[in-house]
């Protein structure tokens, strides 16, 4: 009788537990998944502002409800398209950890890189839109591993962004070295 008992009270507290993650874990869940794109052009299409600049500091931190939150500052060095007043952005990614780690949420970052990076403002916070393909690295004045110049891309960006062209051919990225 008392294992009976015993088993209902740990049936019901998994039960609340799991609906509690649940509900913490949906916004961001949510969040990331409407953000999911498949073309540059609905990456473009979808961002609030598209940026170019540099990772200044990146740390992370635990949230109250235990998932792993990573802090990635971002000095501005231009805005390809859209609007911001701000020189610098904080980016607030949450990971989870069932992620598939060479398909993350939301892309990684290096203090020190380069970066085109496409975003979206959701209740006052900078989500890059796009899965990870709203990051480009910048190596050596290009787009990844391509052969396309930052300048071509900002370009291709701005043509597709104010309706001069109809596509914006995404960069053969390659491997990294």
Not at 79 to 99: A, H, M, S
Not at 123 to 143: L, V
Request: charged share 25%; aromatic share 6%.
């Amino acid at each position: 009788m008392e294992d009976c008992v015993m088993e209902k009270v740990m049936s019901n507290l998994i039960t609340k537990k799991a609906w509690i993650c649940f509900i913490f874990l949906l916004p961001n869940i949510t969040m990331a998944h409407d953000y999911l794109a498949q073309s540059l052009e609905s990456i473009i299409q979808r961002s609030t502002v598209i940026v170019e600049g540099q990772v200044l500091e990146l740390h992370s931190e635990r949230s109250r409800h235990h998932t792993t939150i990573e802090v990635v500052t971002i000095s501005i060095r231009e805005v390809i398209n859209g609007q911001l007043e701000d020189r610098t952005i904080e980016l607030r990614l949450t990971r989870l950890p069932y992620e598939d780690p060479n398909r993350p949420i939301f892309p990684h970052f290096e203090i020190g890189e380069n970066v085109i990076l496409h975003l979206k403002n959701i209740n006052s916070r900078w989500i890059p839109i796009g899965h990870d393909q709203g990051k480009f690295s910048i190596i050596d004045g290009r787009i990844g591993q391509s052969q396309v110049t930052v300048a071509e891309f900002k370009v291709s960006i701005k043509e597709f962004a104010t309706g001069k062209t109809d596509s914006a051919p995404v960069p053969e990225l390659g491997c990294a070295p």
